[in-house]
């Protein structure tokens, strides 16, 4: 398994622009061893009808989508910046302090576990197709391999009970709790495998995505009252991330990016999560960090999948609060209806033409086949009538974050706006994912902002875990 995945993804590390330092970990590791405001208005009366743009066989298409894969230097590095924004959002309502929490839970600090989690990954990345098919000492490691690293003891024991289970706990897991054989949660849970000869990782991805779900839910687990604080406080460090990556890499492109815009008139009124205002056209953005449930994205339960994209994603009609495609619905109507009501503050928008409603998800879910189809049906129910014949308002689309990331390096050369142009102009019926369709003009072009942030990171864990080697390292580079 770990053959097959490692011939899967060797392109990317040969070919990210964060693989220089994935390589120089590999190899230092390896030597002490064997990844809007207001209620919700009536419902219109076809609402209903929008479910009938999925099928059952659709639901399969959202595992198909993670089973591709994901990039782990992007999830790697957006978990470590998500968790330095939650701790600067203190004066928030709901917020939690993730880093002490995460301690008192697990007993090992968070830094440590990012470190060992980094050390992990870049030990097994670093492994060629060759040297797995030696045999399993390649890849086997024992919990002596981790003390060359400036960690304790207990910390390192900690960590590995954490990741680790064993093939009868597995199976009984299993058996448990499974949703069909797309499930895959218990092996993402603990992705390493006790045997005789040590530790066997079951799958590469699934250790770089621990370094995202182990600190989120070990807080989540807490208790029940913290896991709704949770998920309520995950939402604006979300929003702070994605301002973030938007804001950077939208400098010097003659984009004008507002986050959190606000009606002037009432500013407790927020129109949508941000807007991109580049030359005639217009991006309004929602951002959404729900996660979305095992069981409704691997059962293969149509009606409980189409219940909760509409809860997390449309309308909660439990609690009548709009969510993303009708938030996005009333931006469009607030700032070019048919009687415009909205300003926002030191902004002109009266040369704008085009309007580009784009949701954007943390959760892979908004990257899947056919989501954008479904959402956009629900969208154009909330829209009609509401809008003016002055501006184009294109299809709602959706995406996930590292879709976003992905084009984000190359805002210098196309506008947000023209991305979501190139996608509608090879897939007018939104069948597909933004990064489905690559531009020719644009392939190759180097994610400077997210090898910046890689290089950061891993220089932080290098000096935490080698602090003397990386010392003397930075001693040569100034001599």
Known sequence: MILQSKRDRTNWIKSSACSPNSYQWGIRLTQGMPTSCGRADPIPADYTA????????????????????????????????????????????????????????????????????????????????????????????REHNFHSMAIPKESVALFLREMTTTPELLSARIKQRDYGSNDFTELRKRPLISASRGYLPIDLLFLAEKFESGPFWAINDISRNMGDRLRKFWGPVFEAYMNDLLRDSLRQTGAVFVADPRDATDPACQICDGLVLQGHSLVLLEYKSCMFTAETKYSGNFELLVDEIEKKLVRDKGESKKKGVEQLADAVAQLFGVEPRTIVKDLDLSGVTRVYPLLVTLDGIGGSLLISRLLNHYFANFISGRRSSRVEVKPLLCTDVESIEEVSGC????????????????????????TAFTVPELEGNRNVRMAREWHSLSSEISERSFPEEYAAAQRAKDS
Not at 75 to 100: C, E, G, W
Not at 411 to 434: E, R, T
Request: charged share 20%.
């Open 411 to 434: 805002f210098q050369s196309m506008s947000l706006a023209g991305f979501l142009d190139f996608w509608l102009s090879k897939d007018p019926n939104f069948m597909g994912a933004l």
């Open 50 to 141: 929008c479910r009938g743009h999925l099928s059952e066989a659709d639901t399969h298409l959202i595992p198909i989508g993670e089973g591709a894969g994901f990039r782990p230097e992007y999830k790697i590095v957006r978990s470590h910046l998500m968790l330095k924004y939650a701790n600067q959002l203190r004066n928030h309502p709901q917020f939690i302090d993730v880093t002490a929490e995460f301690q008192n839970a697990k007993g090992i600090s968070l830094a440590d576990y990012e470190a060992l989690c980094f050390g992990l990954f870049a030990k097994c990345v670093t492994l060629s197709p060759e040297d797995l098919q030696n045999g399993a000492s390649a890849f086997t490691f």
